[in-house]
C-alpha cells in the first residue's frame, strides 16, 4: 500500500490507528483534551460509536462489547477516569475477550480542568499495561500493538496521553489499512472469568500478577523501548513529549525511550545504566519513573531539578539542567519575561444563554460590582451558590461572581445539600448545565429527594455539551454519529423522582427568570428550574444587532454588569460591538436598560460609537 | 533554511487555529518537517489563543522556545505584546492594527495599552514590525471572517513556501462557498505586506 502522509494531531492519530486496528465499538464522554478521539471515530460509519452519558458507563460498554468479541475503545480526560475507575479495575480483574483500549488524556498545567493529576498511577492500581505516545506517528503505530498486547496478555491497555501529545499536530506515515475483524460477535458463558463473586475473583487475583510478570518480561523487547545511542556521559530515560523537549535540550546524550512506561524493562533499564556515566529521568508530572526505576536499585535522578508541578517545555527543562550543572553555560542569555499586560481570560460569549440567570443570582444575592468600583463585592453575598463544571463556570469571574464552588462533575447538587444540612441560614442554589446533570446530577438530585432537601437545582440546559466543542448527549436526542434516538426530556425525568415545584423558564426572559428564582429560593420545597436556551455559538441566524442610543444613554454602566463581550466602553461611552451582538435571541442589555436606551440598530438614528 | 518558528496569536473566534493548520498543511506540502500546537483556555471565544507552529527539516518540540521565534502573527495588538519575549533579536512581527479590549478594560478595572507602549514592547526585540489594517481591509472586501486568511498572505511573504501551495491548501480547507473570498483576503494581505514600510 501506497504510503499516505498526514498532518494530525495526537487525538486523529490514535482514532485513525484504532480504526487500522479493527475497532468495532468506541464510547466515550467529552472531555478537553480527549474529545477529538471519540469525534474522529464516530466519522467512520463501519464501526459503532457513541457518547455515553458519563465515563463509567463509557468504560462498561467497551467492556461489554470486548466480552463479545468486539476490538474496543473508550477514551477520556485524566478526571474521566476517576469517574470510570470502578469498572476499570473490574476490566483488569476479568480480563478480556477481544482486545480493550482505554486511552487517559492527561492534562498538565491545568489547561482545561479542574486539576492536575498523573494517570500513570492508574496503570500501576489496576495492574494493567500502559503505552505512551511521543509523537502523533507513534500515537497512529501504538494502537495496533495495545489491541494485541490487550488480546494476547488478556488485559485492557491503558494508553496514556497529555495536552500536549493530543493537541499538537505533526506529520503522520499511515503505513496500514483498517484490517477487516475476523472474529464474529459471540459470547461465551464463563463464570470463572466474568462473574466477579469473591469465590472467582479469587481465582482471578493470581492471574493479574502472572500477567504483569509476562508483561514485564515482553517490555523487554517491546519496539517502542527504543535505545538511542548517542554519547555515553549523560543517559536520558524519558516518555511522550518529554522526550521531544529532551531531545532538543540535549542533542547529543543517550536515550532510552519508553513507549511502555508500565511495566518498565529492568534489564534494559540496567544495562542503559550501565552503560551512561550518569542517567536522568526527564518526565512530566510525578516521578513515576524515577522511584520505580530507583526502587530497582539504580542510581538516576530527574525530580531534583525537573518540576513535578505543571506542563513541561525545552525551555524549563533547559534552564533547571543548567542549574542542575547538566549543560555549561553557553551564552549569557537574556532571562524572557512576559511582559505585564491586561490579562485576556475566556469569557461567556455574546448571545450565551447563562449569561441572564447568572445576573439574576447575582443581582439576588447582591454579589454585582459595580463598574470601577475598588474592592471584591459590595455586600456579603445572600445567597450561596454551588457551581459545576462547564462553560458557566466561567460565571465565576467578576462581573457576575455568581459561583462559590466547582469541584467535579456533578458536585453542585450533593455540595449544596450538605450545605443546607450543615445548617447554615442561606438558601444554597445548585447551577449545573444538562449534560453535566445527565452525566452525574441525577443520582444526587435522587438523594436530595429522598432525603428532604430544600435546594434549589437550576438546569442550564443550552442543548449541547458546549464547552468541549458542542458534543451532542442524551438530552439532544442525536447520537454520536449524527442519528436521530430517544432524547431524555429534563422536565420528565426530575418529575419522575418525585420533585414536584419543576419550572422551565426561557433562558433569555429577564423578569421570568427573576421571578421563578424569587419563588423558588423563598420557598422551603426541593426545586427545580431548568432554564432552556440554545447556546448562541449554535444559533445559525443572527438578527439585527443592539445598539445604544447615545441620547438616553446616561452611562450607568448597568449594562456593563452582564458581562457580555459585545458591550464594551471606549472614552467613557458604552457601545455595542455589532460584529459580535447576536440580536433577537437574546436581548438582555435591552430589558435591563433602565432607560431604553438600547434597540435594534435600525431604531435609532445613527449616533455611532466610536 | 535552518528552522522557522511562528506563532500566530489572537483572541478566541478569529481564525487562529485554521490559520495555524493551513501553514502546518501548506509547509508539510512543501516537504518540511512541522509540528504545530494551540494553546488556548476552556471556552469557545474570547479568551487569549495562541499557535506555535515549528518548520524544519526535522522538528522535535510542538512548543517554540521563548526568545526563538523568528515570526509573530498578531490578529489583534495586545496579543502581539503579551507574546513579544518569544521573539528572538531581529524577528519579524507582523501585526493587526485593531484592538479588541478585554472585559477588564472594559469594566474599567485594567488600561488597554497605548500604540506607542506595544511598539516599545515589541522593539525590546525587534525593529522589524509591520502593523496592517487586516480588519478594515477584510471588512471592504465583504467578510470579517477572512481576517486570517489576510494574515497568512501577510506572512506569506517571509516563508519558504511558493505561492500556488499556499492557495491550494486553503482550497482544501474552506468550503467552497467562501473559497474565492477567502482567497482574496490572502491576495490583500499578500498586497498589503508590500505596501508597508518600517
Known amino acids: 500500500m501506497a504510503k499516505v502522509i498526514k498532518l494530525l494531531s495526537g487525538n486523529e492519530a490514535l482514532a485513525l490507528g484504532a480504526y487500522h486496528a479493527g475497532v468495532r465499538v468506541a464510547a466515550a464522554y467529552p472531555g478537553t483534551p480527549s474529545t477529538e478521539i471519540l469525534e474522529s471515530l464516530a466519522r467512520f460509519k463501519d464501526i459503532y460509536a457513541e457518547w455515553s452519558t458519563n465515563e463509567k458507563v463509557a468504560m462498561e460498554v467497551a467492556l461489554g462489547a470486548s466480552y463479545a468479541g468486539a476490538r474496543s475503545l473508550v477514551s477520556m480526560k485524566h478526571v474521566g477516569l476517576n469517574v470510570a475507575s470502578d469498572p476499570f479495575m473490574a476490566a483488569s480483574t476479568t480480563g478480556v475477550n477481544a482486545g480493550m483500549v482505554v486511552i487517559s488524556a492527561d492534562d498538565p498545567g491545568i489547561h482545561s480542568s479542574q486539576n492536575e493529576q498523573d494517570n500513570r498511577y492508574y496503570a500501576k492500581l489496576a495492574k494493567v499495561p500502559m503505552l505512551e505516545p511521543s509523537d502523533s506517528q507513534e500515537a497512529y503505530e501504538l494502537m495496533a500493538y495495545a489491541f494485541d498486547i490487550s488480546e494476547r496478555f488478556d488485559t485492557p491497555v491503558l494508553v496514556r496521553t497529555t495536552t500536549r501529545i493530543s493537541h499538537s499536530k505533526s506529520v503522520v506515515r499511515v503505513n496500514r489499512r483498517r484490517v477487516a475483524p475476523v472474529r464474529q460477535a459471540g459470547f461465551q458463558h464463563d463464570v470463572e472469568k466474568y462473574v466477579m463473586l469473591p469465590v472467582y475473583a479469587r481465582l482471578r487475583r493470581p492471574l493479574i500478577e502472572e500477567r504483569l510478570v509476562r508483561l514485564a518480561d515482553f517490555a523487554e523487547t517491546f519496539p517502542l523501548n527504543q535505545v538511542l545511542w548517542g554519547k555515553h556521559h549523560l543517559g536520558v530515560v524519558t516518555s511522550g513529549v518529554a522526550y521531544q523537549y529532551a531531545r532538543e535540550v540535549f542533542p547529543t546524550a543517550s536515550f532510552l525511550k519508553l513507549g511502555m512506561t508500565y511495566p518498565l524493562p529492568q534489564n534494559l533499564l540496567r544495562s542503559f545504566a550501565s552503560q551512561v556515566d550518569r542517567m536522568i529521568v526527564i518526565e512530566e508530572l510525578a516521578p513515576f519513573l524515577q522511584e520505580s526505576i530507583q526502587a530497582m536499585g539504580i542510581k538516576v535522578t530527574g525530580k531534583e531539578f525537573i518540576p513535578r508541578i505543571g506542563e513541561l517545555n525545552s525551555g524549563i527543562i533547559e534552564r533547571n539542567s543548567r542549574t542542575a550543572g547538566l549543560l555549561v553555560e553557553t551564552s549569557a542569555r537574556q532571562t524572557r519575561i512576559a511582559p505585564e499586560l491586561p490579562r485576556r481570560p475566556p469569557l461567556l460569549c455574546p448571545g450565551c444563554p447563562h449569561t441572564g440567570i447568572f445576573f439574576v443570582l447575582s443581582s439576588i444575592g447582591r454579589r454585582l460590582k459595580l463598574p470601577g468600583s475598588k474592592g471584591k463585592v459590595p455586600k456579603e453575598p445572600k445567597l450561596i451558590i454551588t457551581g459545576d463544571i462547564g462553560c458557566y463556570t466561567l460565571g465565576t469571574y467578576p462581573p457576575l461572581c455568581a459561583m462559590d464552588t466547582c469541584a467535579c462533575m456533578g458536585a453542585s447538587i450533593g455540595q449544596a445539600l450538605g450545605m443546607e444540612k450543615a445548617g447554615i441560614g442561606d438558601k444554597v442554589v445548585a447551577v449545573i448545565g444538562d449534560s453535566t446533570f445527565l452525566h452525574a446530577g441525577i443520582t444526587p438530585l435522587v438523594n436530595a429527594v429522598y432525603n428532604e432537601g430544600q435546594i434549589t437545582v437550576i438546569i442550564l440546559d443550552n442543548r449541547t455539551t458546549a464547552m468541549t466543542g458542542h458534543q451532542e448527549h442524551p438530552g439532544t436526542g442525536i447520537s454520536a454519529q449524527g442519528k436521530e434516538t430517544r432524547a431524555v426530556e429534563l422536565e420528565q425525568l426530575v418529575r419522575g423522582i418525585g420533585i414536584s415545584d419543576v419550572k422551565v423558564v426561557n433562558a433569555f426572559d429577564m423578569k421570568a427568570l427573576r421571578a421563578n428564582v424569587r419563588s423558588s429560593i423563598d420557598s422551603a420545597e426541593l426545586s427545580v428550574i431548568i432554564v432552556r436556551g440554545a447556546c448562541s455559538v449554535r444559533v445559525p441566524k443572527r438578527t439585527e444587532p443592539r445598539t445604544i442610543d447615545t441620547e438616553k444613554c446616561n452611562q450607568c454602566g448597568i449594562c456593563l454588569l452582564i458581562g457580555c463581550p459585545a458591550i464594551q466602553s471606549e472614552n467613557e461611552q458604552v457601545y455595542i460591538d455589532t460584529a459580535l451582538c447576536v440580536g433577537d435571541i437574546c436581548t438582555i442589555c435591552q430589558q435591563l436598560c433602565p432607560r431604553q436606551a438600547i434597540a435594534p440598530q435600525s431604531k435609532i438614528e445613527v449616533t455611532k460609537a466610536p | ?198
Open chain 2, 1 to 198: 533554511m535552518k528552522k522557522l518558528d511562528i506563532l500566530i496569536a489572537g483572541v478566541g473566534g478569529q481564525g487562529v487555529i485554521l490559520a495555524s493548520d493551513v501553514m502546518g498543511e501548506a509547509a508539510l506540502a512543501a516537504g518540511y518537517d512541522i509540528k504545530k500546537t494551540d494553546t488556548l483556555g476552556m471556552a469557545q471565544r474570547g479568551g487569549s489563543v495562541v499557535s506555535h507552529v515549528r518548520i524544519a527539516h526535522r522538528v522535535w518540540s510542538p512548543l517554540s522556545k521563548e526568545g526563538e521565534v523568528d515570526i509573530i502573527i498578531a490578529f489583534e495588538k495586545l496579543e502581539a505584546a503579551r507574546w513579544s519575549h518569544y521573539l528572538r533579536p531581529g524577528a519579524i512581527a507582523i501585526v493587526n492594527n485593531h484592538a479588541l479590549p478585554p472585559l477588564s478594560v472594559n469594566l474599567g478595572n485594567e488600561r488597554y495599552p497605548g500604540d506607542e507602549e506595544i511598539t516599545n514592547i515589541l522593539r525590546r526585540w525587534t525593529d522589524r514590525i509591520y502593523f496592517v489594517n487586516g480588519t478594515s481591509r477584510v471588512r471592504e472586501l465583504g467578510n470579517i471572517r477572512t481576517l486570517n486568511m489576510f494574515m497568512l498572505g501577510c506572512a506569506s511573504l517571509f516563508l519558504p513556501l511558493k505561492v500556488h501551495i499556499w492557495k491550494n491548501t486553503i482550497s482544501q480547507r474552506v468550503p467552497s462557498k467562501i473559497r474565492q473570498i477567502n482567497i482574496a483576503a490572502f491576495n490583500q494581505g499578500r498586497k498589503e505586506i508590500r505596501n508597508v514600510h518600517l
